[in-house]
């Protein structure tokens, strides 16, 4: 089923919404991220950081769909 989110009076896809989420969670992890020596020596840094969108995602949608069903529309 596909789901959606109440906010201020607009329903919108739950997906819209944990994309933007982990859009904004891999903005802010960028800097912390980039210091580590790691960052250059194992992966390209965009690969690496759509993987941290994909895992974010994937992470927001789950606890999304576990523990916030009471904003879901009917």
Same mark, same amino acid.
């Given at each position: 089923?596909?789901?959606?989110?109440?906010?201020?009076?607009?329903?919108?896809?739950?997906?819209?919404?944990?994309?933007?989420?982990?859009?904004? =969670?891999?903005?802010?992890?960028?800097?912390?991220?980039?210091?580590?020596? !790691?960052?250059?020596? @194992?992966? %390209?840094?965009?690969?690496l950081e759509f993987a941290l969108f994909? =895992?974010?995602?994937?992470?927001?949608?789950?606890?999304?769909?576990?523990? !916030?069903?009471?904003? @879901?529309? %009917?």
């Open positions: 089923m596909i789901e959606e989110i109440h906010i201020l009076g607009v329903y919108m896809p739950a997906a819209l919404v944990w994309a933007v989420l982990a859009v904004v =969670l891999v903005y802010l992890m960028r800097m912390p991220v980039q210091r580590l020596p !790691l960052y250059r020596l @194992l992966w %390209p840094p965009s690969l994909i =895992l974010f995602w994937w992470a927001l949608s789950a606890l999304g769909d576990a523990f !916030l069903t009471s904003f @879901l529309a %009917p």
